[in-house]
């Protein structure tokens, strides 16, 4: 490879972030075929090119964190037996006060009282279910928002708004632009990944490059090899993949030179060849939580979501920029009282675990942890037992990165329906993400279709009252 080659290489490296499996394949089948040999590549069969972290765009200031943990909770939970205690509910159950008339998605009924009882944890005194006894325990470095509010009762458009701003199917998702606006600190991992799940609506690039993608880690097995398939080329040693991707790098050089040296499609291409080159030299250590001690296994729980935190910790301290947790499960139409004690029992110790875990690494300062579904649920009930989707109010929390912790901000009615104090919207709480991790979120746009894009469009607030 010449100087010019390289040069060419290093430009696009300071350019292009992230990775996507899918179209790391795409592209080698799409630009060579290699004597037929293209199938044999692994994910990481690719680029012997040493890289050094990049960093796409610099923060507009500084950063509070630079890493962010999004715990979503599919389904939507309810508020009303977790995080917002609603007395009243209590008193007038089976009944209708005025102000529970608002239109629900579902015919429902009386007031649906929670049978958990609510307690002050830590020294801040916030009042937290006894579903959560953990995560009580770490109160005080929580930011408990309960005014949140957003612009849909129904999981699609609500789920595309909190992840991309937009109900539309089709725009980038907020970790999508993390990346795109501040880079990875890790050339040899994605700088976006989810874990837990693999919801494609919380993964989208959108039309910004496709290396803007999530890249879904497999949760479901222990061993990294299977977590990450074909992570390792078993037929090509290093030098020999060295040797084809040079091959295919120059093919691709060629290609961009005759597109007029310029092509985000392809650039986005060689880019994730690169990351996934060095993934099968790092990811295996990255994934491979059996390295970690017996204390702490033991803390987080040998249970899936248990493993699913201690790989986000492990991911932060790599470098990995944005991680996506999935649980899902929170659609609690009916037996409400049954189902949603199992779903805090499945996230209460793993949580309080990663908080506790971070902090005594020292990194949760730099490490913003939101946790949250895409609505909350009615306090009047749905099928006797259960509880209706509400977009009108409901809960979410931060940890860390700047957050103040000990605090709870807005409330919602005396019932728990729709947010009256402090009203948080989902651009807010975009807004002030942004500006936790150094950006300001009317200035991180993309041009696109003739216009200038931004994930909070032309609304958002930072909540600068949240901030340490």
């Not at 290489?9 to 990775?19: C, I, K, M, Q």
């Not at 429902?108 to 002050?120: C, D, K, N, Y």
């Not at 947790?325 to 949603?340: F, L, P, Q, S, Y």
Request: charged share 20%; aromatic share 6%.
């Amino acid at each position: 490879m010449n100087n010019r080659e390289q040069g060419a290489v290093s430009n696009a490296s300071d350019r292009l972030v992230g990775s996507n499996r899918r179209q790391f394949i795409s592209s080698l089948g799409g630009l060579c075929q290699l004597g037929g040999q293209v199938g044999t590549l692994g994910l990481a069969g690719c680029l012997a090119t040493t890289i050094s972290a990049e960093v796409l765009a610099k923060p507009h200031f500084a950063q509070r964190a630079k890493h962010v943990i999004f715990m979503f909770m599919s389904g939507g939970p309810s508020q009303l037996d977790t995080f917002d205690p609603k007395p009243l509910v209590t008193q007038y159950a089976g009944q209708r006060p005025s102000g529970t008339g608002l239109t629900t998605e579902r015919t429902t009924g009386g007031l649906l009282p929670s049978p958990f009882r609510f307690r002050p944890g830590g020294e801040c005194g916030t009042q937290v279910s006894d579903l959560l006894p953990e995560l009580r325990r770490s109160v005080d470095d929580l930011c408990v928002i309960r005014s949140m509010h957003t612009v849909s009762p129904n999981h699609q458009p609500a789920i595309n708004f909190m992840a991309a701003g937009s109900i539309d199917a089709t725009r980038p998702t907020l970790g999508a632009w993390v990346t795109y606006g501040l880079g990875s600190e890790n050339s040899a991992l994605p700088s976006f990944v989810a874990l837990g799940g693999r919801d494609g609506r919380l993964l989208r690039n959108g039309f910004l490059p496709g290396e803007h993608q999530g890249t879904i880690i497999d949760t479901q097995s222990t061993n990294p090899a299977e977590m990450i398939p074909n992570l390792v080329n078993g037929k090509l040693n290093r030098h020999q993949q060295s040797q084809q991707l040079e091959f295919l790098q120059r093919l691709n050089r060629a290609h961009l030179e005759g597109q007029g040296g310029s092509d985000p499609l392809l650039e986005a291409r060689i880019r994730s060849m690169e990351t996934a080159f060095q993934m099968q030299f790092v990811a295996e250590e990255v994934c491979d939580i059996r390295r970690e001690t017996a204390r702490t296994l033991e803390s987080y729980g040998d249970t899936a979501f248990g493993r699913v935190c201690l790989l986000a910790r492990r991911m932060v301290e790599h470098g990995v920029r944005f991680i996506q947790v999935e649980n899902g499960g929170w659609d609690h139409h009916t037996n409400i009282n049954r189902n949603i004690a199992g779903n805090c029992r499945t996230i209460d110790r793993p949580i309080a675990a990663l908080i506790g875990d971070l902090k005594q690494r020292g990194l949760l300062d730099e490490t913003l942890i939101v946790w949250g579904g895409e609505f909350g649920r009615t306090p009047v009930s749905e099928s006797e037992d259960g509880r209706d989707h509400n977009s009108y109010g409901f809960t979410m929390w931060m940890a860390g990165g700047g957050v103040r912790g000990g605090m709870t901000y807005g409330a919602t009615d005396e019932f728990g329906f729709q947010a009256v104090e402090n009203r948080v919207a989902v651009h807010d709480l975009h807004a002030t993400i942004l500006h936790l991790l150094g950006m300001d979120h009317e200035r991180l746009t993309y041009r696109y279709s003739g216009r200038d894009f931004r994930l909070t469009d032309v609304h958002g607030r930072v909540l600068f009252e949240l901030l340490a």
